[in-house]
């Protein structure tokens, strides 16, 4: 990617105008905001990704903002994406299809940079920041939502800082716009400590994003992030952890519904000789690729918190376990937890009782449409499942590989290091 600063707009495309609709409007939204910045610093594709560059995001903007003295909010940076809406309307990116329904992907990315004293110019590895994130994103075909949270495992600007995962919220300035293409919004990308990250997992983002919103040093009302913050918001008021994390697990549980991973199932209660109806887990009549309507299901699971695990996109994530809370916040609250293969197809959904559209049944606790296992677990087994899994929740390092049986619910869960994977089972 290239630094430039614009003087009359992007290069043209064909009979495109040099001011496509698309790119105009974010940037009519941007010139409302900053209207004595007609001309920000840029980070520019330089290989555009609809000419075959690595890049999806053809432009980054770059603004210097005041603050606002009367809120109480610091000067920052404020970096705006362009390119995973629709920018030019001709299907070269993105498929247009009307005015109606979102742009593109439906949103852009913003983040807000702590302006450090004597501090000039902005910093521009937020830029790749964003780039990751939106390859993810054209990658999986995953949208992302205001209280998602994105598991990083390293310095978001590459340092030694303790800011290493992000949450996701509206942007406090910028509105949506409508464009000739669909709608835009401004998801703005708030960096966070481990222990924030967690927190959010074991209960929901937008009630963490509320709590930093209410401690300055965290990011104030507009959560502006601090990449030299060494203290985490229960470090700077302990009350917060019990009074309103732990509450909100115990009273609402989680919202986090599911994660991407290296993962695969098999039915080994029979030989392969053996008669279909000696086998465990039903299978209905899908092929063996999830059909569209599995697909967006799952989907639809995956967009209410996302934790990432491809190394196309990101960092390559440690091997830390991360325990398992997030189910517990799921599965004993009535809800569902999906582990979505990164690998492939390959998808495997617990859920409770009740859980409304389920194809896991009493009758057929094990259920499969092709590539993709449901589980219902009753509420005595999974309290007694995750009582075996406790030792995961530690946050000393586990030896793998580890096997988890429960023979009379013909149940084995296996946990692998990341190299079983390299050739995974088909």
Wanted: net charge negative; with cysteine.
């Amino acid at each position: 990617m290239d630094e430039v600063r614009p003087t009359s707009g992007v290069q043209t495309h064909g009979l495109v105008p040099l001011f496509p609709p698309g790119l105009q409007a974010i940037y009519g939204e941007c010139r409302r905001l900053y209207p004595e910045q007609a001309n920000p610093l840029q980070v520019t594709a330089i290989v555009k990704y609809w000419l075959g560059g690595p890049d999806p995001l053809d432009y980054i903007s770059m603004y210097r903002s005041a603050g606002c003295a009367a809120q109480d909010i610091q000067e920052h940076w404020h970096y705006v994406s362009f390119g995973l809406s629709d920018l030019y309307g001709d299907n070269r990116v993105h498929e247009f299809t009307g005015a109606d329904g979102p742009s593109g992907f439906g949103f852009e990315l913003t983040f807000r940079l702590k302006r450090e004293t004597g501090e000039t110019a902005p910093p521009t590895w937020p830029a790749e920041l964003m780039q990751g994130l939106a390859r993810y994103v054209f990658q999986s075909e995953n949208t992302f939502c205001s209280g998602d949270h994105i598991s990083w495992h390293s310095p978001l600007d590459n340092s030694e800082s303790r800011i290493q995962h992000m949450l996701l919220t509206e942007d406090p300035q910028m509105q949506p716009v409508q464009t000739p293409f669909g709608s835009v919004s401004f998801l703005q990308i708030v960096g966070v400590c481990t222990e924030e990250l967690q927190a959010a997992q074991q209960w929901n983002g937008q009630g963490i994003l509320e709590l930093m919103r209410g401690v300055r040093v965290a990011g104030g009302s507009w959560l502006i992030t601090d990449m030299r913050r060494g203290e985490t918001i229960f470090d700077i008021d302990p009350h917060l952890q019990q009074e309103r994390v732990d509450q909100g697990i115990e009273t609402e549980g989680s919202n986090l519904s599911g994660v991407s991973a290296k993962c695969v199932w098999d039915d080994l209660s029979r030989p392969p000789e053996d008669e279909e109806d000696s086998r465990s887990i039903c299978i209905g009549s899908q092929p063996r690729r999830l059909s569209d309507k599995d697909t967006e299901q799952i989907r639809e699971t995956l967009r209410k918190g996302l934790e990432f695990n491809s190394k196309a996109a990101i960092p390559p994530i440690s091997s830390q376990r991360q325990g398992h809370e997030r189910p517990q916040g799921r599965l004993l609250h009535g809800r569902h937890f999906t582990f979505k293969s990164i690998n492939g197809d390959t998808a495997i959904t617990f859920v409770s009782t009740g859980v409304e559209g389920a194809f896991a049944t009493e009758e057929h606790p094990y259920a499969a449409h092709g590539p993709w296992l449901q589980i219902l677990l009753t509420e005595e087994f999974v309290e007694r499942m995750l009582g075996d899994l406790q030792e995961l929740n530690t946050r000393e390092e586990t030896e793998l590989p580890k096997e988890y049986s429960w023979p009379e619910k013909k149940l084995t869960i296996s946990v692998l290091p990341d190299s079983v994977f390299d050739n995974p089972l088909q």
